[in-house]
Every structure is written in C-alpha cells, then in structure tokens.
C-alpha cells in the first residue's frame, strides 16, 4: 500500500446504501489522472430532542446497526439533542417519516451522506487524499482534508447534435481531447471530399450511440459541455439509446447516464455521468452573471466571437439542415462540429471552466450544479454551528412573512452636470460583519445574561458579541476576494463575490432552514439607517444628493467639475463618511466598523427621467456621459430603453443619439425632425422589428393575448401552409413588426408598417422623457412643420 498524500479536485460525488452501511463514492481528478474513492461502512446521522428518545427508541429496536445518544448539541429553542446514527441512510430516511406521522420532526435528516461527510471536513472540492493504493483502479477506504490551492487542468469535449424537427438523430459531433469527429447517419459515399476532421458514418442511430459510447472510452474527458447540452442533446441521445435498447454510457467505469425530473417543472431534466462533470453553457454564463437578450448559441457566440453559426437565417435552418443532410453530408458536419466548436471558445474567453472550479472550491457544490445558494450556505454553516454546540431548525419552523427590503430614496429628476455615485463596498456582508447578524446569535443574544454580550439591533433583535459564525464566514470570504483581486484570479473573485452577496439573500428565503424575518430585517434596516446617515452628512458638506439605491449614493456637485476636481470631492466625501462610521460605532456600541464607502463613478452629464406620465422622479432607471483618461466618451444606461430589450432598435438609436447630443449641448431639433422623416420615408424600416420571448407554450396563452404571441401564431401558421417546420409551438424568441394590420411576423415579407405606431409608442415617450428638462417636447418640435402625426 503506498502511503503518500497526494491532491485531487472532486469531480462527482455519490452515495448508496450497502448492507454493510452506506458506501461514498468520490470521482476526482488528479496529476495522474481520475481516481475512483470509494469510502464504505459510513455511518448516517439526524438528531432530535431528547424528550422523543423513548418513542425513537421504541421505532429502532430490532433495526440493526442503529443508535441513540445523548449530545452536547442543543436546538435554536434550547433543547437538549439525541443523535440517531444508523448503519443504512435509508433508515435515517424511514425513521423520519414515521416519527412526521405522530408530530415529531428529525433535525439534518434531509442532509445526504457525502454531503454530511464533506462539510463536516469542511472539504469543498479540492482535498488531499491519504492513504488506500494510488495505482488502484478504486482507492478504498482513504482519509480526504480539505485543501484550498489545488486547480488541476480538466480535459474538455464539446458535444452537438443534429436532428430532424421531429428530433431524429442524424449527427454526432465532438470537439475535445485532441479530437474533431462527427459521426454522421448514412452510407459512406465511394469518395469522401477532404475534411480537417474526422467524419465517421454510420449505418444506423444504433451504431452512432455505439461509436459515441467508444468514443468515450477511449478519450475520457473530464467535462461534457455543449448548448442547452442537457436539456436537448442528451435528453435526445438517451432518448435513442432507449428506442434502440443501447445504454448510453457516458460515464467512467462504464456507467450509464442518470436522469432525474425536475418535480416542479416535468419538461427539465437533470443528468449525470459518474466522474464526468456536464456543463451547460447558458447555466454557466448566467451563474457567472453574463447578461444577453437572447442566450441562443447564434446571438452569444456573435456577441462574444463576433462570430456565428454557418447557417445564419433561424427561419431557414431546419429546412437547410435537412436539405445537407439528404444532399450534402460533409456539409451539414461542417454545422455540426462548428457548433462544437463556437461553444468551446465561448468557454475560454469567458473562462466558464475555471469559474465553475473556483466556484466548488468556494461553496462546497459539484462544479456543475449552480445556483444552489441555499445549498452552499447550509455547507458552510453547519459544521461550524455544531462547533457552537447547535443543530439546524427545519424548513419551515418559522412562517413565511415579509420584511423590508433594501433601501431607495425619491430620485430628484433632471439633467445634472458632475454626479458623483458613491457606493459602499459589500454593503450586507460589511453589515453582517459590523453588528454581528447571525442566526445563533440572534438565539445566544435573546438569552444573554450580560448586557455587554448583548448587540442591540433594529426592532428590538438582540445579538451576541461573542457566539456566532456568520460574520466570521464572511471575512473568510472577504480577504480570499481581495487575495484573489491581488492575484488576478478573476474567476475566483466573481465566485467569492456572488457567494458572499448571496448570503443575506439566503437568510430571506422561505426554503432555507434558517429563514427568519427578523435576520433580514436587522440586515436591511441596518441598510436603511446607513444609506440616511450618509445622505445627511453629504448633505452636511454643502452638496445635494439626488438618487440612492441599496448600497448607492448620487451627489450633485452643483456645478461642472474638472475630473481631477470630482475625485478631489468624491476623496473628501468617502473618507468623511468612514472616519465617521468608524468612531460613531466604536464609541456608540463598541463595534468595529467593517463598512467601507467607496467612489464609483463621476457622470459629467448624468440624466434621470421621471415616470412616463408623471412629475416624480423614477427608480433604478438613468442615463450618464463618463470621460475616460484617454477622453474616450461614453453613455452609460441603467434601466432606459437602450437596455431593454422590448423597445426597438429604432428607439434604442434615437435615444442614444437624442441624450448625446443634449449631454453636449448640441442642436436636437433638427435632429429629431430629420429622424422622423426618415421613420416616415422607410429608411429606418429595418430598426423597426421587436423581439420578444414567448414564456410558455404557445397554446398557454388564451384570455391575454399580446402582440409577439398574435405574431408567433400567424408565422407557425405561414410556415405549416409553406411546409416547413412550426418554431414557436414550444415557446422561444419572436421577430415581429406592427402593419397597419397589427403584428406581423418577420418570416411574412411585405406587411405594410403601422408608422403612427413607431411615432407615438416609440419615438415620442422617448423624446418627451429627454425633452420634458428642458420645457421642449416631441409634439413641438414636429409641429413646426405641420402635424407629422
């Protein structure tokens, strides 16, 4: 047996029931390559109040391997704690739905075995493995510690498919591993044209799962990533391997794929592949806080790659892919493996690998599992609130109810010269931080005996000064960020980033087991209380603030300023604000002040609309013009038209052009007229098409009935009288115009344009809102020339 320690990276973990007790299989990556762990006899665990010890007792007897003891572990009502430990999960599992039945709630029973093994080791995902074989094909029964700086380089594939619109399998690409294949259904021709891949054919869908299945085994990436790869590519290949009784055998070992229902949403699908992670590339951009107005691989790869897919027209793509697929092979390859091949790009130059990586390491998920804030929270809390001799509450022990949310002030409109955004850093976890927000101290401090233990917070809550775990996890998570903005480890710090900003969110959440009013509360009114004190002592220093949001504040210098004049000013203001944050908390409560205001932006020419219709100021919605060092100008939106993606290109264009010529101090009039013109000529007709998502099934929508769902019904309708496959039935994006006769969808040429509708639905609330600062309107500047409408 070789002894040595060596690092790994966690891959996949599992877990099942023996009779022997419950095994944990870990698939890890290492130097050397994957490595199968396989941990046996583990012991399961749930706690409960000791005063149900009798009644659980009576349930176990004659369960063999099973247990109860007594622990210095308490719940959040004080409590004394039995642990139930069983030889089998499972029993865990049956336990607590007998004891449900007569009233009696398990505490931590919903926790799975590797999940309890892991936190309680406070292992993420990159361990140190001691012990077992190193050459073994399983290393059995070995010790894992966590470790924090091992990244091991992954091997990747690509996998796309092709199908019919009835989804019928025709090809198979794969792009990874030092590989370009496609394996294509049809008989080879006698003359192959010349390829910069391999193209395999295949004489039936059964033999290309077969040759997929062996592709597999002989390159074993560590990854599978590919375009809604779950949802659609794999659930089509499993499809076919169950048509064609072919296991598809995608995982290590020879594994067959697992699939599991979302409960809620029957139409999504979960799978695995053991030691295999499957990265979706749309789950991975959104996880990694990417935003497009359409996430379809053609639009992302153009936006990112300035690149797409070599069939560029989505009405006709089906109808192409079928035309290549009977008259061209080599051709519709080509598609398929370019699709491959955009993805795997799009995964290097936003580094979506090494985020997911950097993002286990951090939470405690399997790389490929995202969202899960709940999840990771519970990974990071738990072990140490045992440590504070507590277990968790159940979902559910406290009800659902509201609490305020984060702070907004009334916005002043108008057009402003020199605003200043001043924001603070991290403004809830600096507060979870500074006054000691945190679930056990919530507890420990309402049953506080000394008064210098105690931490009062907003609407009578009371934390302790000296027990709790929350603001403890948060500066771990805090100095790994600035280590990782040191390092220049982007990926690292946008995990750590989200993770910490998660962690208010969570405490919030009716399905997470510390979900109290009260936590958010003393978070967010916290909030409140900082962002009117800020605004005050501003205020103080003799300028005007016009705007706050949550953690923001926007300053009004009342004149213009130089750049090097605002940083002078924002420089003050910040260092006012957190020297005075400083003493006011040491001398008030003792606290250290974790709060830290810092300077965001200076807007030369900043712009907030009111609401449409109104006199008041709106929210989260303005427009600013920053100066680079280099004098490169740039508008910035938040919230306006430019941004949203239900306004048209026709309005996006005139707002930016309209703002930017106000910001200068440029003739507009002219402008505005000679825009309208052309909208009226047809010069501007291709600015004019919408596109807009259909949430659900087309037959889904029936008493409402709007525009983009009208244009989705009269283009499938035009595509089955033209044969070719209806797009929209399932949901989707929708391309459309408005015709004298209402919605017009852009598959259906020659729809005679509704130009009153551009004018007043779309120029006019623009020019009006822009306008409005300056006593001019739309309506007056058209009128010089007549009524243009």
Request: include cysteine; aromatic fraction near 10%; proline fraction near 5%.
């Amino acid at each position: 047996m070789n002894q040595n320690t060596r690092p790994a990276f966690i891959l996949t973990r599992h877990w099942r029931d023996t009779a022997d007790g419950t095994e944990i299989e870990f698939w890890v990556a290492t130097d050397d390559g994957p490595r199968n762990i396989l941990l046996r006899s583990q012991t399961s665990v749930a706690f409960a109040a000791a005063e149900h010890r009798e009644q659980i007792e009576s349930l176990l007897a004659g369960v063999p391997g099973a247990n109860v003891q007594p622990l210095a572990l308490k719940t959040f009502r004080q409590e004394p704690v039995i642990g139930i430990y069983c030889k089998q999960y499972r029993q865990i599992s049956r336990l607590e739905t007998a004891l449900m039945q007569r009233g009696i709630r398990l505490h931590e029973a919903d926790i799975r075995p590797h999940e309890r093994f892991m936190m309680e080791r406070f292992i993420t995902a990159s361990v140190q493995i001691e012990g077992g074989d190193e050459n073994a094909a399983t290393i059995l029964d070995c010790k894992l510690k966590p470790v924090s700086n091992y990244r091991p380089a992954l091997s990747m594939v690509s996998i796309d498919i092709e199908t019919s619109a009835h989804e019928d399998l025709y090809s198979i690409a794969v792009e990874g591993c030092g590989d370009r294949r496609v394996f294509m259904l049809g008989a080879a021709p006698e003359e192959q044209p010349g390829c910069d891949f391999v193209l395999e054919y295949c004489e039936s869908q059964k033999q290309m799962l077969e040759r997929l299945n062996d592709w597999f085994r002989t390159y074993d990436p560590d990854v599978i990533i590919g375009w809604s790869v779950v949802q659609f590519d794999l659930r089509v290949l499993q499809a076919h391997a169950e048509k064609w009784k072919v296991p598809l055998i995608l995982g290590r070992a020879g594994k067959a794929m697992e699939w599991r229902r979302h409960s809620a949403k029957k139409s999504h699908y979960f799978a695995s592949a053991a030691g295999r992670l499957i990265i979706d590339g749309i789950e991975g951009l959104r996880a990694a806080m990417w935003s497009f107005p359409s996430f379809s691989l053609e639009n992302v790869a153009q936006t990112m790659l300035g690149e797409g897919k070599s069939i560029d027209n989505p009405y006709d793509r089906m109808a192409e892919i079928e035309r290549r697929f009977h008259e061209d092979k080599p051709a519709l390859a080509r598609y398929n493996l370019k699709d491959c091949e955009l993805v795997t790009r799009i995964f290097a130059k936003a580094g979506l690998l090494e985020f997911a990586m950097e993002r286990a390491n951090a939470t405690g998920l399997q790389a490929d599992h995202f969202g899960g804030s709940i999840a990771s929270f519970s990974h990071l809390y738990l072990p140490r609130m045992h440590r504070e001799g507590y277990v968790a509450p159940n979902v559910g022990e406290i009800p659902g109810t509201s609490y305020p949310g984060g702070f907004v002030m009334e916005s002043q409109p108008g057009l402003y010269d020199s605003v200043l955004v001043l924001d603070y850093k991290s403004l809830y976890p600096s507060i979870i931080r500074t006054f000691l927000i945190d679930p056990i101290g919530l507890v420990e401090g309402s049953i506080a005996q000394d008064p210098a233990d105690a931490v009062p917070g907003p609407n009578g809550t009371v934390f302790s000064r000296t027990r709790h775990c929350l603001p403890e996890i948060v500066r771990q998570i805090w100095q790994g960020r600035d280590a990782a903005k040191r390092d220049k480890n982007e990926s690292l710090s946008q995990a750590l980033k989200l993770l910490m900003n998660a962690l208010a969110g969570v405490l919030g959440a009716s399905e997470c087991r510390f979900f109290n009013p009260d936590l958010v509360s003393a978070i967010t009114l916290n909030g409140h209380r900082i962002m009117k004190q800020t605004r005050i002592l501003v205020e103080e220093a003799g300028y005007d603030v016009i705007y706050g949001d949550t953690d923001s504040i926007f300053v009004w210098l009342k004149r213009s300023h130089s750049e090097a004049e605002a940083h002078e000013v924002a420089d003050e203001l910040v260092g006012k604000v957190n020297q005075w944050w400083k003493e006011h908390l040491k001398a008030t409560s003792g606290l250290e002040c974790w709060l830290e205001l810092e300077f965001d932006t200076h807007y030369q020419k900043f712009f907030m609309p009111t609401i449409r219709g109104e006199e008041y100021g709106s929210k989260k919605r303005y427009a600013g013009l920053v100066v680079s060092p280099d004098g490169a100008e740039e508008i910035i939106y938040r919230g306006l038209e430019t941004v949203r993606s239900d306004w048209t290109p026709l309005a996006q264009q005139f707002q930016q052009a309209l703002l930017m010529r106000v910001f200068k101090g440029e003739p507009y009039r002219e402008f505005v007229l000679d825009y309208v013109g052309k909208t009226l000529s047809g010069e501007f007709d291709e600015l004019m098409v919408y596109r807009k998502r259909l949430r659900r099934q087309l037959d889904g929508y029936q008493s409402n009935v709007p525009p983009h769902v009208r244009a989705a019904r009269l283009a499938d309708e035009y595509n089955e009288k033209h044969d070719r496959p209806k797009q929209y039935q399932n949901g989707g994006w929708i391309n459309y115009v408005i015709s004298i006769n209402g919605p017009a969808p852009t598959e259906i040429a020659g729809a005679k344009i509704d130009y009153q509708h551009y004018l007043s639905k779309q120029l006019q609330p623009i020019a009006d809102a822009i306008l409005a600062p300056l006593h001019d309107s739309f309506a007056g500047i058209t009128n010089v020339q007549g009524s243009l409408f």
